[in-house]
């Protein structure tokens, strides 16, 4: 049974960090492409970060570039996105998704509020 939960969200002040998990089982994880995307309120989904199934490559959007990094232990089969100097316009609902040409999982979202 596939399974992707993610984890670490929760209430931090503008300028602080969180690390996100996004754990797998199930499926080959380390064959898979892994992205971050969020949504805000009201908002369309949209795509926050991506790794390579090796982890040897990676993208983010230009809102995040310098302040989120995202990282995978394929030993552990799970994937992270650190985020540094997080501001308000970064409270969304996190979500992890797995990859591979026509097969696409998804976890069940992980709440960011970014608030004084």
């Known amino acids: 049974q596939v399974r992707i939960v993610e984890s670490g969200g929760g209430l931090v002040q503008p300028g602080g960090s969180l690390r996100l998990s996004c754990e797998a089982s199930?499926?080959?994880?380390?064959?898979?492409?892994i992205r971050w995307y969020r949504q805000a309120p009201g908002k369309e989904r949209e795509l926050v970060a991506g790794?390579?199934?090796?982890?040897?490559?990676?993208n983010y959007a230009d809102s995040v570039k310098g302040r989120f990094t995202i990282s995978r232990d394929n030993a552990k089969n799970t994937a992270y996105l650190q985020m540094n100097v997080l501001k308000p316009e970064d409270t969304a609902v996190y979500y992890c998704?797995?990859?591979?040409?026509?097969?696409?999982?998804w976890g069940q979202g992980t709440q960011v509020t970014v608030s004084s």
């Open positions: 790794i390579s199934s090796a982890g040897l490559s990676t």
């Open positions: 199930g499926f080959t994880f380390n064959a898979y492409g």
């Open positions: 998704n797995a990859a591979l040409l026509w097969s696409d999982f």
